[in-house]
């Protein structure tokens, strides 16, 4: 394959996601997808808002610093050279996930309900 | 295979990645640059075509995993969750040479048939690049004392080469010779029984009366006597006092020249380390100080991180003006007190709206911490539960627990993380040539010998128009790494995992000396903001010693860290000797 033009991304990309299934009036108001949700979150650039929120929240009550505790202590147990990132992200994901403060995670919801409500048709 | 940039190894790339680039040119992911976005201004890189596109599964049509990756060659996307299943993987082994993605919301490259982490230089490059809108800084509007940084980076002076001299044993010139003679006193030993004290106490501790409220000085003149670097700049005759008293009435012709500050120093430092146990009264250091700071010369308390700051400012002024000497603080060519203590600080501040970054250079003799804003009344009693035990640290590790301990190094991160400045402090943005909102970080380029930390534990409320004391405990290490506060290591949270290609320009003026310290000195306070005591334990061979004015006494090394630390201490390790040779111990 030739590399000489830009790169080209493929349709998978920017395909427009899938029209909702019914055309009655009522069923149109029922709860979106995650999927339709997502992309609704992702135009609107609110998505990219909620993540540095969201870093900023971890950041400051400690929960990135006990995961890159975390990291280093399993790098030190297997050795440097026999850990991927992959490796990682299976070791502490679980220990994240569970350690995520319930405030934050109810703040999030929060905000992306308020989102959902003022962008609604 | 792997280098060393700025003391970093860079990453040794993977079998993928070095058949990939073999296929591909000298420049295999230049069309990859292209699809560099940088959201919002200045933060986080991206790969993305269309600016609102979403990026999807080729296979599962999932938009919505937290990993999605491109693969290089055929720009094909696929999620990657190798707890479930991994579309990424699945596609690097059905089609050979599909093995290096890119990331689609981190810009990061990734081996998906190792799994890993995989770097370009090149990449990494035009990543940081397009994530520093403008890679030149700029001098500061304010203040002369700011030093200019381009990209192109020209060397600092204090790394230029210094002619070596060839070695002469000393002898004495006429001039020393004299001054010997005339002006100085035998040290005393153990033989000289009546004089020495029966507590074997180091070489050079003497206690120092108090003239009236004046254990703001003798704090910190305690904390100086045993900065090494000083210690060994006074006691190694850098400055004689006989022979600066002389220049100075020679040029001034007048016979009350003032006196310097470094020669009352100099004979503070013969007084002390005479060998002499009984406590010693500062009186002349006090007036020679007062002339200095005439606003400061009263019998009132003082604050002694002030005095701290006068003395080194009034060593400053009275250098000799030597005409080969530069006179700027930040080179430390100036004077012992900034060869000593000066470091330089980097600030960074960003225009949140078009994302330039102005970058200022400012010396300074020690750096002033915040404690952090008030828990919510949880300080008191979990800092009484954490005196009686120091394993703590393994508690504050949860994120959720508010374990109200206050930590050196927590205010450190804090005083170099980055911080959103308000809608009422906008600064004046260069492009935008309006006041915008911006961000600010403070980090350290250039680390001094010693490193003076001063605690502010005095709040002041514009509500009720007054002061107070913070007593809050603040737990601090025996031994600190500064590397985490560098600017290198600022620079480098803040791009996350790249290759740096300026390294060179960017290379912290001390790179040749190491970054860890141990702590020295401990200036405490205690009582109310206008009636307290202020006492220096210093460390001396890994024990611990309290000054209290007159009294030096041996105290237990809990003491020190149960202790109100206001003013902290820390000398480079390689300065520092943890199991001295003889000390002359009595």
Known sequence: ?121 | MSSKINGHVSPQPCPHLLVFRSRNGPKPFRALQDCIRVKPPGGRAAIRREPTEVPRCGTCEESSRSRLYACVACAAVFCHAPLLHSHASDHSLSIPGHEIAVDVDRAELFCCACGDQVYDRDFDAAVVLAQTVNATATTSTSGSTAMQCSVAGSQPENLRKRRRVDYRPWEPDSGEHISRGNQSIPLLDATNASLVSSTQQPWGFRGLNNLGNTCFMNSILQALLHTPPLRNYFLGDRHNRYYCQQKNGAINGTKNSRLCLACDMDALFSAVFSGDRTPYSPAKFLYSWWQHAANLASYEQQDAHEFFISMLEGIHEKVEKDKRKSQSPGSGDCCIAHRVFSGILRSDVMCMVCGFTSTTYDPCVDISLDLEPNQGGSGKSSSAKSLNSFNFEADCMRPNQNCGISTLKGCLERFTRAEKLGSDQKLFCQKCQVRQESLKQMSIRKLPLVSCFHVKRFEHSSIRKMSRKVDRYLQFPFSLDMAPYLSSSILRSRFGNRIFPFDGDEQDASNDLSTEFELFAVVTHSGRLDAGHYVTYLRLSNQWYKCDDAWITQVNESIVRAAQGYMMFYVQKVLYYKESENQGTS
Not at chain 1, 20 to 38: A, G, M, R
Not at chain 1, 65 to 87: P, S, Y
């Open chain 1, 1 to 121: 394959m030739s590399h000489s033009h830009k790169l080209v991304i493929k349709s998978s990309m920017s395909r427009p996601p899938p029209p909702p299934p019914t055309t009655n009036k009522d069923q149109q108001h029922q709860n979106p997808s995650l999927q339709e949700i997502n992309i609704k979150l992702i135009q609107s650039g609110e998505k990219e808002r909620l993540k540095e929120l969201l870093r900023e929240r971890l950041l400051e009550c400690g929960w990135i610093d006990e995961m890159k505790a975390l990291c280093r202590a399993f790098t030190r147990k297997k050795g440097r050279n026999n850990v991927t990132v992959d490796d990682l992200v299976h070791v502490i994901s679980p220990k994240g996930r569970a350690s995520v403060p319930n405030s934050m995670k109810a703040e999030l919801l929060q905000r992306i309900r308020a989102f959902l409500a003022s962008t609604a048709d």
